[in-house]
């Protein structure tokens, strides 16, 4: 499921029970581009158990059989990301 950030916000709670209740994972998108996702505890821990392996594979392993070789590295930003939004309580004021 794709929901765009700023109806996310609005439906967080929601969002959160479904990924919880469902275990299906939504896609917070902006202008059509996946920015990040609500997974299910266990879907976290699979990722994190691949990639502390992939992490002991680029200390100096072989890559076992069966096993996919390593992607390319993603190249890193010149600049560091910032957040783009903030929480406003109701009533906030500058």
């Given at each position: ?11 967080f ?5 479904r ?9 917070l ?8 996702a609500?997974?299910s ?6 990722l994190e158990?691949?990639?502390s392996q992939?992490?002991?594979l680029?200390?100096g ?21 910032r957040?783009?939004?903030?929480y406003r309580?109701?009533?906030f004021?500058?």
């Amino acid at each position: 499921m794709d929901v765009p950030v700023t109806e996310a916000r609005a439906q967080f709670a929601d969002l959160v029970n479904r990924v919880a209740y469902t275990g299906e994972p939504v896609k917070l998108t902006r202008r059509g581009r996946v920015m990040a996702a609500l997974v299910s505890p266990e879907d976290l821990e699979l990722l994190e158990m691949v990639r502390s392996q992939r992490a002991d594979l680029q200390v100096g392993g072989a890559v076992p059989p069966g096993q996919p070789a390593l992607p390319a590295e993603r190249p890193q930003p010149s600049q560091p990301m910032r957040v783009a939004a903030e929480y406003r309580p109701p009533g906030f004021r500058r």
